[in-house]
């Protein structure tokens, strides 16, 4: 991608934007204990990627809970939303971000978490109210790793995928946006073989990921 072409990152939130996935992990052992079911973090894992009313899905299918979804739905999303008030971001991310911005470049949140969580993060982190648009998982119907969230935050931005750079943490969010023919960035995730259109570019912390912006797109 030549640097000229470049106009928006388009960037995932849980384990991406923000330090969530301890938080995430409390909240799916927390609800599996409370049915006397015992939580995996490969299951866990496996996770990352569909909405919420997917992985509910998932759970209540696996483990043939009687409740039904709905209230399934209501009940871990009340909790995810008193605990995401304690959520913080990671490390350099808002630096990262504010770096995009001065280049005036647009930013995209696109998330597989409800409306409702991400709201609970930015009205508690006004800094953070640099997204030029938010796009949860409620807005399609199938989830990362399908392109459709993806595909559908290009056609809001009025954006070609080449004009895009995604950034993810998970293999399913690489995976969705690959699919979307959107170059993909990884954060906080080793090293590893993975089958995409175009190799991936991995970064440890969010200040790696700013170094090498600033040198190849400053």
């Known amino acids: 991608m030549g640097t000229s072409n470049l ?3 388009l960037l995932d939130f849980d384990g991406t934007v923000a ?12 609800f599996l204990k409370k049915r006397k079911l015992r939580p995996s973090l490969d299951e866990f894992n496996e996770l990352k990627g ?3 009313k997917e992985i ?11 409740e039904t979804l709905e209230n399934l739905y209501l009940e871990y999303e009340t909790d995810l939303i008193e605990r995401y008030k304690e959520l913080k ?3 350099g991310a808002l630096e990262f971000l504010q770096a995009l911005k001065k280049k005036g470049l647009k930013l995209a949140l696109v998330s597989s978490a409800p409306n409702k969580i991400l709201d609970s993060f930015l009205s508690s982190h006004p800094d953070f109210a640099l997204f030029d648009l938010v796009v949860s998982g409620e807005s399609v119907k199938k989830s990362k790793p399908n392109p459709d969230i993806y595909i559908n935050t290009l056609r809001l931005m009025n954006l070609n995928p080449s004009e895009t750079i995604a950034i993810e943490d998970s293999l399913l969010g690489a995976l969705s946006a690959d699919k979307a023919d959107i170059q993909v960035w990884l954060i906080f995730l080793e090293k590893a073989s993975i089958s995409l259109s175009r190799p991936p ?5 969010w200040k790696e990921a700013l170094l090498f912006f600033q040198e190849n797109y400053g």
């Open 89 to 91: 971001p990671h490390e």
């Open 201 to 205: 570019l991995f970064f440890n912390r």
């Open 7 to 9: 106009k928006a990152f």
């Open 50 to 52: 569909p909405s919420l």
């Open 19 to 30: 330090n969530s996935l301890p938080l995430l992990y409390d909240a799916y052992d927390s």
């Open 56 to 66: 509910l899905l998932i759970l209540k299918n696996k483990y043939s809970m009687e």
